[in-house]
Protein backbone atom coordinates (compact mmCIF):
# COMPACT_ATOMS: atom_id res chain seq x y z
CA UNK A 1 0.00 0.00 0.00
CA UNK A 2 0.98 3.41 -0.84
CA UNK A 3 2.30 5.69 2.18
CA UNK A 4 2.64 9.78 2.53
CA UNK A 5 5.50 11.08 3.96
CA UNK A 6 6.86 14.95 4.66
CA UNK A 7 10.54 14.15 4.71
CA UNK A 8 13.84 15.57 7.04
CA UNK A 9 16.57 17.26 5.81
CA UNK A 10 19.87 17.73 8.23
CA UNK A 11 22.09 20.27 7.52
CA UNK A 12 24.78 22.28 9.23
CA UNK A 13 23.92 26.22 9.32
CA UNK A 14 26.47 27.84 8.24
CA UNK A 15 26.72 30.53 10.42
CA UNK A 16 26.59 28.53 13.65
CA UNK A 17 28.18 25.39 13.00
CA UNK A 18 25.12 23.14 15.19
CA UNK A 19 22.73 20.83 13.10
CA UNK A 20 19.66 22.02 11.67
CA UNK A 21 16.83 19.76 11.33
CA UNK A 22 14.41 21.60 8.18
CA UNK A 23 10.99 19.52 7.48
CA UNK A 24 10.12 19.70 3.35
CA UNK A 25 7.30 21.50 2.53
CA UNK A 26 6.28 19.16 -0.22
CA UNK A 27 4.65 15.45 0.34
CA UNK A 28 6.36 12.73 -0.86
CA UNK A 29 4.41 9.33 -1.65
CA UNK A 30 6.30 5.93 -1.71
CA UNK A 31 4.43 3.05 -3.34
CA UNK A 32 5.46 -0.54 -5.16
CA UNK A 33 5.09 -0.87 -8.64
CA UNK A 34 3.94 -4.02 -10.43
CA UNK A 35 7.93 -5.63 -10.24
CA UNK A 36 7.72 -4.58 -6.54
CA UNK A 37 10.16 -1.57 -7.03
CA UNK A 38 9.77 1.02 -4.55
CA UNK A 39 9.28 4.10 -5.60
CA UNK A 40 9.35 7.66 -4.38
CA UNK A 41 6.24 10.14 -6.14
CA UNK A 42 6.60 13.85 -5.28
CA UNK A 43 3.35 15.07 -5.05
CA UNK A 44 1.79 18.80 -3.40
CA UNK A 45 2.13 21.37 -0.54
CA UNK A 46 -1.67 20.73 0.09
CA UNK A 47 -2.04 18.46 2.83
CA UNK A 48 -6.07 17.55 1.67
CA UNK A 49 -4.69 16.88 -1.58
CA UNK A 50 -1.64 14.75 -1.38
CA UNK A 51 -3.49 11.70 -0.55
CA UNK A 52 -5.92 12.20 -3.32
CA UNK A 53 -2.74 12.56 -5.96
CA UNK A 54 -1.35 9.54 -4.55
CA UNK A 55 -4.43 7.03 -4.52
CA UNK A 56 -4.68 8.59 -8.05
CA UNK A 57 -0.87 7.31 -8.95
CA UNK A 58 -1.38 3.92 -6.86
CA UNK A 59 -4.89 3.24 -9.38
CA UNK A 60 -2.75 4.00 -12.53
CA UNK A 61 0.05 1.79 -11.43
CA UNK A 62 -2.77 -1.05 -10.59
CA UNK A 63 -4.20 -0.63 -14.40
CA UNK A 64 -0.89 -0.78 -15.77
CA UNK A 65 -0.20 -4.12 -13.62
CA UNK A 66 -3.50 -5.38 -15.16
CA UNK A 67 -2.98 -4.30 -18.63
CA UNK A 68 -5.32 -1.51 -18.78
CA UNK A 69 -3.29 1.62 -19.00
CA UNK A 70 -5.45 4.40 -20.71
CA UNK A 71 -3.43 7.01 -20.27
CA UNK A 72 -0.25 5.52 -22.85
CA UNK A 73 -1.15 7.01 -25.99
CA UNK A 74 -2.30 4.93 -28.93
CA UNK A 75 0.05 4.94 -31.87
CA UNK A 76 -0.90 7.39 -34.40
CA UNK A 77 -1.66 6.42 -37.96
CA UNK A 78 -2.48 7.53 -40.81
CA UNK A 79 -5.91 8.35 -42.17
CA UNK A 80 -5.97 6.25 -44.86
CA UNK A 81 -4.77 3.27 -43.02
CA UNK A 82 -7.64 3.50 -40.12
CA UNK A 83 -9.72 4.09 -43.25
CA UNK A 84 -8.81 1.19 -45.02
CA UNK A 85 -9.07 -1.33 -41.96
CA UNK A 86 -12.71 0.41 -41.12
CA UNK A 87 -13.72 -0.40 -44.63
CA UNK A 88 -12.83 -3.88 -44.05
CA UNK A 89 -14.40 -4.57 -41.29
CA UNK A 90 -17.36 -2.82 -43.25
CA UNK A 91 -16.69 -5.44 -45.67
CA UNK A 92 -16.75 -8.19 -43.30
CA UNK A 93 -20.11 -7.01 -41.77
CA UNK A 94 -21.41 -7.55 -45.56
CA UNK A 95 -22.17 -4.00 -45.66
CA UNK A 96 -23.44 -3.26 -49.42
CA UNK A 97 -20.94 -1.01 -51.64
CA UNK A 98 -22.56 2.06 -51.92
CA UNK A 99 -22.93 2.37 -47.94
CA UNK A 100 -19.49 1.71 -47.42
CA UNK A 101 -18.29 4.39 -50.01
CA UNK A 102 -20.60 6.58 -48.72
CA UNK A 103 -19.47 5.78 -44.96
CA UNK A 104 -15.61 6.25 -46.06
CA UNK A 105 -16.37 9.42 -47.97
CA UNK A 106 -18.45 11.22 -45.78
CA UNK A 107 -16.20 10.55 -42.79
CA UNK A 108 -12.74 11.23 -45.01
CA UNK A 109 -14.74 14.81 -45.73
CA UNK A 110 -14.86 15.98 -42.29
CA UNK A 111 -11.85 14.74 -41.06
CA UNK A 112 -9.73 16.55 -44.02
CA UNK A 113 -12.34 19.48 -42.75
CA UNK A 114 -11.48 19.82 -39.49
CA UNK A 115 -8.08 18.45 -39.64
CA UNK A 116 -9.02 15.93 -37.37
CA UNK A 117 -6.35 12.83 -38.32
CA UNK A 118 -5.21 11.71 -35.19
CA UNK A 119 -8.69 12.38 -33.43
CA UNK A 120 -10.13 10.01 -35.48
CA UNK A 121 -7.79 7.49 -35.73
CA UNK A 122 -8.52 7.00 -31.79
CA UNK A 123 -11.61 7.29 -31.68
CA UNK A 124 -12.12 4.25 -34.60
CA UNK A 125 -9.60 2.31 -33.15
CA UNK A 126 -11.59 2.49 -29.98
CA UNK A 127 -14.75 1.79 -31.74
CA UNK A 128 -13.39 -1.48 -33.29
CA UNK A 129 -11.70 -2.71 -30.35
CA UNK A 130 -15.26 -2.05 -28.77
CA UNK A 131 -17.50 -3.92 -31.58
CA UNK A 132 -15.22 -7.25 -31.52
CA UNK A 133 -17.41 -10.38 -29.99
CA UNK A 134 -16.43 -11.15 -26.57
CA UNK A 135 -15.40 -15.03 -26.66
CA UNK A 136 -16.92 -17.22 -23.47
Known amino acids: MPCLSKPTETAIDPNTGERVTKTSQKRYGYQRDADGVLHCVPLCNDTAAAPSMLAAEFKRQERIAAGNDESTPLPAESLSKVL ?24 RTKTTQRHLDHSLSKILTFWLQQSQPVLR
Open 84 to 107: ERFEAYLRSKRESDKHIKQTISRT
